[in-house]
């Protein structure tokens, strides 16, 4: 079966301190791969999805960046992190089909001090 | 651009009783498929229902319907008989193929409160 593991689970870090955040995915391959942003009292904000490896693509100008390094993981970093970057960080992948559902990591509560 | 709206941000309903979340997106997209999910105090998100935008027939799971409505690009969660388990988070979201490459965008959110 398919599984998804997102870590860590929560993080604190200092302004300005770089970021990694992890997400692979076993028992599948070539899969859509996805960040999203959750920040407080608000919805998803897709930041990034990949469709393979090296395949990125940004939704939103902003301190992140993410990489596929590997067909199965899903990196999200920052070389300096903000305040503003404080927030839920959740990992989904789908495959390579519309009518299929996401699945989703445990997410990763990230605050920003 | 592709675009998911819930204009609802809180909505609170009796047990046993029927609710209604609206969502309305727009895309240029004529391949799509349209989605529910929950996101109880957990933070785990769970698939509810899925509708694919070819099909005039509007999807029902258990006490979950929808009502889509291409033309007016609206899709309508309904939740018959609530129980106090459906407290949560409830997002929709949509996915495109073609230029889009399976971005699945999500609305705000609406956050429904089951009372006993």
């Known amino acids: 079966s398919q599984t998804i593991h997102q870590w860590p689970a929560t993080l604190v870090q200092p302004v300005g301190s770089p970021l990694s955040l992890e997400c692979t995915v076993e028992?599948?391959?070539?899969?859509?791969l996805y960040w999203y942003r959750q920040a407080a009292g608000r919805g998803l904000q897709l930041l990034f999805y990949?469709?393979?490896?090296?395949?990125i693509s940004s939704e939103v100008p902003q301190n992140l960046s993410a990489s596929r390094p590997q067909d199965r993981q899903f990196i999200l970093s920052s070389k300096k992190l903000l305040l503003s970057d404080s927030g839920f960080y959740l990992c989904?992948?789908?495959?390579?089909?519309?009518?299929?559902?996401?699945?989703f990591g445990q997410g990763t509560r990230l605050t920003v001090v | 651009a592709q675009t998911v709206t819930q204009s609802q941000p809180e909505m609170s309903v009796q047990e046993a009783e029927t609710v209604t979340l609206s969502c309305t997106y727009d895309?240029?997209?004529?391949?799509?498929?349209l989605f529910w999910y929950k996101q109880p105090p957990s933070r785990q998100m769970i698939l509810v229902i899925r509708?694919?935008?070819?099909?005039?027939q509007n999807a029902t799971e258990n006490r979950f319907s929808v009502n889509f409505q291409k033309a007016a690009k609206s899709f309508s969660l309904k939740i018959s008989d609530s129980q106090l388990g459906d407290t949560a988070m409830y997002f929709c979201?949509?996915?495109?193929?073609?230029?889009?490459?399976?971005?699945?965008?999500f609305g705000k959110g609406t956050l429904l409160t089951v009372n006993p």
């Open positions: 989904a992948w789908s495959v390579g089909d519309l009518n299929t559902e996401a699945f």
């Open positions: 895309t240029s997209e004529n391949n799509y498929y």
């Open positions: 979201a949509f996915m495109t193929s073609g230029g889009s490459n399976y971005k699945l965008t």
């Open positions: 509708q694919e935008a070819y099909k005039q």
């Open positions: 028992g599948t391959s070539n899969p859509n």
């Open positions: 990949s469709v393979g490896i090296g395949q």
